[in-house]
C-alpha cells in the first residue's frame, strides 16, 4: 500500500515569496491533515479535512495561509507572503475517518526555510 | 498553552535495558491517546494507542499506561533496542465533535537514544 506523498522534500525561498506544497493522501483515506512542525516543537495541527471540505481550520494563519481539496483527493497548502517564522516542516497526514478515532499516517513533510 | 506536555526532551537508555517516556495533559476532554515514533527526514509513524477506558495496553515490546487521575501516561519499551532510537511524541484527542479536544494534540517529543 503506498503512503503519504509529499512534495517538494525541500524548498528555500526568501522572505515575501510564495510557496506551495503538495499532499496525495492515501488512496481511500476520507480525512486530510495539514501539520506545521517548528524545530523543537511538536507538530500543530492547521487544517483538516473530510472528504473536500473543511472540518477545522482555527489554527490556520488565514491572512497568509490558504489549503484546498479539490475532489476530494490531493490537497495543496499555500503560503503568500511568507514570513520567516514560517520555516518549518509541513506534514500531511490522512485518515480512514475522522469521527471514529483512528491514527493518522503521515508523509515525509516537506522542509520550508525562508532567508 | 501546551495541553499535551512531555517534559523530558531526551533519554539515553543502555540496550536490553527499559525506557520509559512519560506525557501530561490538562484537557479533561481527552480520551484517547497514541504514541508516535520520528527518525529523522521521515514523517512520524504510529505505535501504539490506548483508551481512557483502558489503564494498560501492550504491543509486543511496548506497552503504554494510563493514569488518568493524574491525567498521565507512559510509554515502556522492553527491552530497548538500538534501532528504537528515535523522537517519540505523545498525541491526545477527545471524541466531541466540537471544541479543542476533537484535534489530535502532539506533545514536543522525547529524543530516545538506545546505546549498545
Known amino acids: 500500500e503506498a503512503g503519504v506523498a509529499q512534495s517538494p522534500r525541500y524548498k528555500i525561498i526568501e522572505k515575501r515569496q510564495s510557496v506551495a506544497f503538495w499532499c496525495n493522501p492515501i488512496?481511500?483515506?476520507?480525512?486530510l491533515y495539514w501539520y506545521q512542525q517548528i524545530l523543537g516543537q511538536g507538530p500543530k495541527l492547521l487544517i483538516q479535512?473530510?472528504?473536500?471540505?473543511?472540518?477545522?481550520d482555527s489554527q490556520l494563519p488565514k491572512d497568509r495561509f490558504s489549503a484546498e481539496r479539490l475532489k476530494g483527493v490531493d490537497s495543496t497548502l499555500k503560503i503568500q507572503p511568507a514570513k520567516l517564522e514560517d520555516s518549518a516542516v509541513y506534514l500531511c497526514?490522512?485518515?480512514?475517518?475522522?469521527?471514529?478515532?483512528?491514527?493518522?499516517?503521515f508523509g515525509q513533510g516537506t522542509r520550508l526555510t525562508v532567508v | 498553552d501546551q495541553q499535551v506536555k512531555q517534559n523530558s526532551p531526551s533519554l539515553s537508555v543502555q540496550e536490553g535495558r527499559i525506557s520509559i517516556l512519560n506525557c501530561d495533559y490538562t484537557?479533561?476532554?481527552?480520551?484517547?491517546f497514541l504514541w508516535y515514533k520520528k527518525y529523522p527526514a521521515e514523517g512520524p509513524t504510529f505505535l501504539i494507542s490506548?483508551?481512557?477506558?483502558?489503564d494498560k495496553n501492550e504491543d509486543g515490546r511496548f506497552t503504554v499506561f494510563l493514569n488518568k487521575s493524574a491525567k498521565h501516561l507512559s510509554l515502556h519499551i522492553v527491552p530497548s533496542q538500538p534501532g528504537d532510537s528515535a523522537v517519540y511524541f505523545c498525541?491526545?484527542?477527545?471524541?466531541?465533535?466540537?471544541?479543542?479536544?476533537?484535534?489530535?494534540?502532539f506533545g514536543s517529543g522525547t529524543q530516545l537514544t538506545v546505546l549498545p
Open positions: 484537557n479533561s476532554m481527552f480520551d484517547y
Open positions: 498525541a491526545a484527542k477527545g471524541r466531541g465533535s466540537s471544541g479543542s479536544a476533537r484535534q489530535l494534540t
Open positions: 497526514a490522512s485518515s480512514i475517518l475522522t469521527g471514529i478515532v483512528a491514527e493518522a499516517f
Open positions: 490506548i483508551s481512557s477506558i483502558k
Open positions: 479535512f473530510q472528504n473536500n471540505g473543511v472540518v477545522d
Open positions: 488512496s481511500g483515506h476520507a480525512t
